[in-house]
């Protein structure tokens, strides 16, 4: 299995400020054969399901704001938020869908500071 | 506007049975691969089980695997989850979700209680 290994645990950021989650898999999500990295961010708010943010390792998904923006290839990504709002205080995961089980990062808080 | 609605959850003893639903709308169902995960209470998300668009292809994890069976009627936009031989950590929340690749769309989820 692919084990998904996020940092850090728990992240407190002003209003306005940046904030950036790490995601770290235990082998390469990326195909060669398309050079994809199957890896996705989703955003889970309080009370909420999940919610996809970025796909493809880098491409947000329907409607999410451009604040919001990914990175990396092979086993080291990244979701950065260029300037944090209120509105997105929840856990943040990150998740591999290069092969079966699928499996999920522990998950980051994300709170205001 | 993709709509997954999840039923069926509730309170179980264990060694019970249970079966999920969810239905579908507002997209090409007979086409879409879909999928099941869970979250614990307090914990996080783990992927269940998948469904390719005929049923043809059907994965698991390994900590349901012989236990749980899930399946479609791609006539009544519908999957389900059988859930038989509960055991008290398959307490969570199972959420529907629709997902070729990536999980695009993801259901309100249902609760699924195993307690004596």
């Known amino acids: 299995d692919i084990v998904m290994t996020q940092s850090p645990d728990s992240l407190a950021v002003s209003l306005g400020e940046r904030a950036t989650i790490n995601c770290k898999s235990s082998?390469?999500?990326?195909?060669?054969?398309?050079?994809?990295?199957?890896l996705a961010w989703h955003q889970q708010k309080p009370g909420q399901p999940p919610k996809v943010l970025i796909y493809?390792?880098?491409t947000r998904g329907s409607g999410v704001p451009d604040r919001f923006s990914a990175s990396g290839s092979g086993t080291d990504f990244t979701l950065t938020i260029s300037s944090l709002q209120a509105e997105d205080v929840a856990v943040y995961y990150c998740?591999?869908?290069?092969?079966?089980?699928?499996?999920f990062g522990q998950g980051t808080k994300l709170e205001i500071k | 506007e993709v709509q997954l609605v999840e039923s069926g959850g509730g309170l179980v003893q264990p060694g019970g049975s249970l079966r999920l639903s969810c239905a579908a709308s507002?997209?090409?169902?007979?086409?879409?691969?879909m999928h099941w995960v869970r979250q614990a209470p307090g914990k996080g998300l783990v992927w269940v089980s998948r469904?390719?668009?005929?049923?043809?292809?059907?994965n698991y994890a390994d900590s349901v695997k012989g236990r749980f069976t899930i399946s479609r009627d791609n006539a009544k936009n519908t999957i389900y989850l059988q859930m038989n031989s509960l055991r008290d950590e398959d307490t969570a929340v199972y959420y529907c979700?629709?997902?070729?690749?990536?999980?695009?769309?993801w259901g309100q989820g249902t609760l699924v209680t195993v307690s004596s």
């Open positions: 469904i390719n668009s005929d049923g043809s292809t059907i």
């Open positions: 998740q591999q869908y290069y092969s079966t089980p699928y499996t």
């Open positions: 507002g997209f090409t169902f007979r086409s879409s691969w």
């Open positions: 082998q390469s999500v990326l195909y060669s054969s398309n050079n994809q990295n199957y």
């Open positions: 979700v629709r997902g070729v690749a990536w999980f695009d769309s």
């Open positions: 493809w390792a880098s």
